[in-house]
């Protein structure tokens, strides 16, 4: 080594680009772990090396590996709502044999066709895939994170440890924070700023790792922020007070919450229980999008924010460093300048980021550990994968998702009547996506072609139903009559108590001219079609429908069963999409 490396003979302060070695075998570039455990073998450690390159035909990337750092510039836009390195050298002479003989091999190993993309590899793209999700608020990629990176990474304490790897589904809280502070990102904004959830990404990854759902949760949303406990830095632990109708981004920052209030508020709001943290700030953004060399995106018209800077004629552009930065945080030059907006542009960025990642990360040595670097360096997590090895641990667990299979999806809210300033969230639609993603099931748009002909909806004061209860939690028949006459103006309901038999699924018994009530109530309810059950004959003018609650009702309103295609007035987009474009 020379003598301007960070590493001499007999030290044990080893670079971390000299880990890297190609592998014949496996056309990859492999890292070498345990470092200090190689210094103290090394002339063995060579030979052995040496010997293995001369049998294989393999030999040893000498290129550097350059580190990538993201610009710092200044952004006059304020929040408005609250809120080288050496590669590894190894002999391959020595006793392995003579330098002809290993040319010869290297040769033929240099016509062997390249193998297929490894296990090992994908499962980088997967650990890169969740943490490059955080980066930008978002998902991405692939690197390869080892022992040296632990240093990079930030963690926080919870009060919840889950394993890395879990037996079930996942889901990952990917919080963007806007703190102004840290190295660069003083310009933007308040310089006073605590920083809050600024841009927050619910991500569910299926139990048979077959596909994931990304939800990005506006941050202006009105809700319910609980009471949490954090950790002081004495060790002690304080308990925040919870908070009624306040804005969604307020669960971080504010009176001194951390991302555990954050990950207990979205909790509640879903009924998800979420198994890890993942957090970074605006740097990450600037960091990754520079260490891939840029990322893709689409603007289909000319875009102008003077107030994030952003400015790009219509057509396809790559961007990074600051303008990508500009690109995640636009709103005011697309649609209506709403934060919903912003979370569109977002969503084609992370989309871009993945592909981009999946297609380049691995192109070099150099370039792993430039998009390694950037990733750490960015990252807060929580004590379950607060470490290279548990990242990397959870990004092997992850690894069958592939990019196609990845949907970004927005929470479903309304405009706030009472600050439009504001949204507030729309149930209708989001209590199904909920349950779409409890149940583990795949976003999907539905098969297309020729639909039925849709019953005709009866007005609220024409639904004439009673309601017995068969199964479900006691009381349930007055709840879901109060709940049909207050909530839906259903007055002609009636509580006609227990019903003589318990019944495992609810059921909506009704004839055939009370059709439009019964596609009115199925409606409400979320019964499934299975629960429908037509007579015959038709009923009198002042005969109900008889609703009976079964095993599986849980209250009104609350669908019986999960859809499996995603609910009406759900934006969504696949992040293998390349048509998407910012208007």
């Not at 040496?50 to 952004?75: F, H, K, N, V």
């Not at 709940?483 to 019903?499: E, F, R």
């Amino acid at each position: 080594m020379d003598a301007q490396g960070r590493g001499r003979a007999g030290d044990n302060n080893v670079d971390p680009a000299d880990q890297w070695v190609f592998d014949p075998n496996t056309g990859n570039y492999e890292l070498r772990l345990d470092p200090a455990g190689q210094d103290a073998a090394r002339p063995a450690d060579r030979r052995t090396a040496g010997s293995r390159r001369a049998r294989s035909g393999g030999d040893t990337d000498t290129r550097p590996l350059p580190t990538q750092r993201g610009r710092r510039d200044e952004d006059a836009e304020s929040d408005e709502r609250s809120g080288g390195g050496r590669a590894a050298r190894r002999s391959a002479g020595g006793r392995a044999g003579s330098a002809a003989a290993a040319a010869a091999a290297s040769s033929a190993s240099r016509r062997k066709r390249k193998p297929k993309t490894s296990g090992k590899k994908k499962a980088l793209y997967w650990t890169a895939g969740v943490v490059g999700f955080v980066l930008v608020a978002g998902c991405g990629g692939a690197f390869y994170l080892y022992q040296q990176l632990n240093g990079n990474i930030s963690k926080v304490d919870v009060g919840v440890e889950n394993d890395a790897v879990s037996s079930g589904p996942v889901n990952v809280l990917i919080i963007g924070t806007d703190a102004r502070s840290g190295k660069g990102n003083s310009g933007y904004g308040d310089a006073g700023s605590v920083g809050h959830a600024d841009t927050t990404i619910l991500m569910h990854i299926s139990k048979d790792r077959t596909n994931a759902t990304a939800l990005s949760i506006p941050r202006d949303m009105i809700t319910d922020i609980p009471t949490c406990p954090t950790k002081q830095k004495d060790g002690s632990t304080k308990r925040i007070p919870g908070e009624h109708g306040v804005r969604f981004n307020t669960s971080l920052g504010q009176e001194g919450r951390d991302p555990g209030c954050t990950w207990r508020t979205v909790e509640k709001l879903t009924g998800l229980k979420i198994n890890h943290f993942m957090m970074a700030d605006f740097n990450a953004v600037k960091e990754l999008s520079t260490a891939v060399d840029g990322v893709e995106v689409c603007a289909g018209k000319d875009l102008n924010d003077p107030k994030s800077h952003l400015k790009l004629k219509a057509g396809r552009h790559v961007v990074k460093g600051e303008q990508a930065l500009a690109f995640v945080r636009t709103r005011h030059a697309i649609g209506f300048g709403s934060d919903l907006d912003r979370i569109k542009m977002q969503q084609q960025f992370l989309s871009s980021l993945i592909r981009k990642l999946k297609s380049s990360a691995f192109s070099s040595p150099g370039k792993l550990y430039d998009v390694s670097q950037a990733a750490t360096r960015a990252l807060t997590v929580d004590t379950g994968i607060g470490t290279a090895n548990k990242l990397l641990d959870f990004g092997t667990d992850l690894k069958k998702v592939d990019i196609d299979k990845v949907t970004f999806a927005t929470v479903p809210v309304l405009d706030n009547p009472d600050d439009p300033a504001t949204v507030i969230l729309n149930k209708t639609a989001a209590d199904p996506l909920f349950a779409m993603v409890r149940a583990d099931h795949a976003l999907a748009k539905g098969k297309k072609g020729k639909k039925s002909t849709p019953v005709k909806k009866a007005p609220p004061e024409q639904v004439r139903v009673d309601v017995t209860n068969g199964g479900g939690p006691i009381g349930s028949a007055q709840e879901t009559v109060d709940w049909l006459q207050n909530s839906k103006a259903a007055k002609l309901s009636t509580n006609a108590g227990n019903a003589p038999a318990k019944l495992a699924t609810t059921r909506l018994e009704y004839a055939p001219n009370q059709a439009d009530q019964a596609a009115t109530l199925a409606d409400w309810m979320g019964l499934p079609k299975k629960a429908l059950k037509k007579s015959s004959h038709n009923a009198g003018d002042r005969v109900p429908m008889k609703l009976t609650l079964g095993k599986d009702f849980k209250a009104p309103g609350t669908p019986i069963d999960a859809p499996t295609e995603t609910p009406d007035g759900v934006q969504n987009v696949n992040a293998d999409d390349k048509n998407v474009c910012a208007k």
